[in-house]
């Protein structure tokens, strides 16, 4: 028959069971081990904020928000100012087929897509090119400084 083994907390370390069911204590993190920590946080990070963007995701994304915006405005615009001073006549310039009516809700929308996906895509696009060419630049430079004393040591 196993007896229970009492089991203290103290501030400096914590008991948890380990294998066959003896105490096994934990030891506290050192410093060392929270800054590697710290620097792994840190480096997952900035692998977020530098990954590159979908550019299909992207343009889906805003294509999508574009064609809603538009078909909205369209349908509420009738309702909201039916005396047309909004000006969204002018729509029918850019969109072919647009006019202020349920079917011109729909082609507006539509048009809203298509404009809306080719310039998140191109956008996306040009964001991933900044960022790729502006992270060779960083890397170069870093490269270079780290051997500019290369001669010295020789």
Known sequence: MRRAIPMHRSSSSTVRRGPGGRPHPERPRGVAEQTIAGQAMV?????????????????VAIGT???VIIAAVTIA?????PQ???GLWLLSNYFVGYEETWRGALVGGAWGFGVGFV???????????????????VRA????E?????????
Do not use: E, M, Y
Not at 119 to 137: D, E, K, P, Q, T
Not at 141 to 144: K, V
């Open 146 to 154: 780290s051997t500019r004393d290369f001669i010295d040591h020789i």
């Open 84 to 86: 047309d001073r909004t």
């Open 119 to 137: 310039g998140g895509w191109f956008v996306a696009f040009v964001r991933n090119l900044v960022l790729a060419i502006w992270l060779l630049v």
């Open 65 to 67: 928000a574009c064609a």
């Open 141 to 144: 430079r870093a490269d270079l």
């Open 77 to 81: 615009q009738p309702l909201l100012d």
């Open 43 to 59: 480096a997952r990070t900035l692998a977020l904020a530098f990954a590159p963007l979908h550019k299909l995701a992207f343009g």
